[in-house]
């Protein structure tokens, strides 16, 4: 993994909201192949990816990306996400 991007938490959030990589990819707007990156770590998003993922989960930037990043999803429900 590349030192200069910082691990993050779209993968498991991603799994407990029930979305598969190409659900998520295509809500932001970007391909199945970006959100993998993203997720293993090879990737940093834009600012504006990045808060569109966190949108989409429900969770906040610092908690997806930052500082706060724990081990349980942080507040977000599986209906709110259901589009």
Known sequence: M???VTENLVRKLRRWAE???ADLAARVGVTRQTIANIEKGNYSPSVHLALAI???LGATVEQVFGAEQNTTAPGITRERNRR
């Open 54 to 56: 966190c949108r989409e």
């Open 19 to 21: 979305l598969s990589q």
């Open 2 to 4: 590349d030192p200069d």
